[in-house]
């Protein structure tokens, strides 16, 4: 669907205000004049200033214009599903990555992902298992960021440079 970007301008908006009132509501150590609040509230004055820039604009090009139309990619069965696979995938890690890990849940969501789009499961399976066993080696031995292992974690040192 596509919004009228003053409905955007709008949220934007909206988001900059809260950020920027979470922010402030951090209070700073008495031995600093600022604190954990600060980059947040930078943030959400910026947020702010963009939303009203993005809604003050589209006022005045709204003459005549909807304020929401459907796309052609929406209409089909097809293009929700492919719309709504990213945030259902992100449900899905938030679910299962404790109890499955990394590994076999990165797969799982790229296969699906890959599946949904059209790949053949011969070539996007062990695209998906490739690319999370990548992912999994450069966080976990590059950047020394652990990653949940799950159900492998018997195995997890062969995985580990």
Known sequence: MKVNDVIVGGVILGLGAFVATTGYMLRPPRHLAYGP???PMLIGFGLMTV???IAIQALSTLRGSSWATVPEWARSRGGLL???IIPAAIVFYIVA???LG???TATILLATIFAVNGVAARRG???ALGLAVVVNLVFAS???VPLSWGVLEPFSGWLIW
């Open 125 to 127: 399976l062990p695209l």
């Open 142 to 144: 590059v950047l020394h």
């Open 97 to 99: 990555v404790g109890p």
């Open 37 to 39: 609040g600060f980059f």
């Open 102 to 104: 990394f590994l076999a």
């Open 51 to 53: 939303g009203a820039l």
């Open 82 to 84: 492919r719309f709504a």
